[in-house]
């Protein structure tokens, strides 16, 4: 499987070919590729230990899904599309090939898997979600832009784009979405995901911070985006601009980003809410007063450090923690 086209080489270049086992090849004489091949498998044609060039495999597909049900040997998708796989089936996730054993139970319901499919239709191979860790992020300031997704591909052409794990294109792109870039699978992963409250702490200092904790979860911080937190400081309300694998993309004051909760003056928090408090999944009820549950509320699970959905959360624990403000649920917590 190739996973990048601009790996640094023996001869320090960076228009070395990787894949996902980690081995990096040099192509021979002056050739470079633009990155249309990462995320296909293949074949490398070589000649004194140098590429001549790559063959992608003609048989099989790749089909990128968002999984609703996550088991040792099946993956159901949000469509509830079945995929057979074995424990030994090899996962690129977190920037390193592992098995599916390994890290199925990492994962959450609604997390993005790009699925390489066999000619017979099994699962062949896995990336989750853009299959590595963002380094840096370009953040989206105009509706539908997409200008400056170029100088996060370092030239790679015929990207796709997901946006919370879905094919999206130009026209869904919104102000203050994140975008990042896998090589891995040749496609920008943009997150809409934002978190408002309180600025807790952070690591090692305020002025280059290499992480934050908001509402008791550290949130690790890009290196490209710790000048721009340097002008707040722990007591301060933000919001978070998130990346797709949860870390912290940029920074602005309360209000900015037009969250349905802009003008958040201070979230009260809902200590261990049964789900007897519950009616349906649209309100809760604690010492006689009625909360609103919006059907787009965040909720977290901090037993797994990922974002899930309202459904799930609902249906993780017999109790959990909510934070309100006036009279509407703005975050659920679950797990420990």
Known sequence: MLISSSATGPD????????????????????????CFNGLKGTLLMRNDKVLTFLPD?????????ASQLSTLQIVDTAGSKYPLTNDTRVFYNSKEQSWSEVYTWLNPGTALTLY???????????????????????VYNKGSTDNFKTLTGGASGYSIYKNGIQANATDMRPYDVATYSSATNSIRVCDVRLTGYYESCKPNPTEPTSITMFGQEFPVLTTTQATLARFRPGDQMTLLLTEDN?????VKVG??????????????LEA??????????????????YTIPSDVQCYNKGFHAWVTL????????VLDMYESDGIIRIIEVGS
């Open 12 to 35: 320090g270049k960076d228009t070395a070919l990787q894949t996902a086992s980690g081995q990096i090849y040099q192509f021979a004489s002056n050739k470079s590729s633009i990155g």
């Open 256 to 269: 900015t980003s037009g969250m349905n909760f802009a003008s958040l003056q201070r979230l009260n928090k």
């Open 311 to 318: 459904e799930e959360a609902h249906a993780y624990a017999n």
């Open 117 to 139: 499919l066999g000619s017979n239709g099994n699962v062949e191979y896995i990336f989750v979600g853009g299959g590595s860790i963002a380094s840096e992020a370009v953040i």
């Open 247 to 251: 870390q912290i993309a940029g920074a």
């Open 58 to 66: 003609e048989n099989g597909s790749s089909k990128t899904i968002v």
């Open 273 to 290: 809410v049964p789900n007897t408090a519950w009616s349906g999944q649209s309100a809760v009820t604690m010492d006689g007063r009625t």
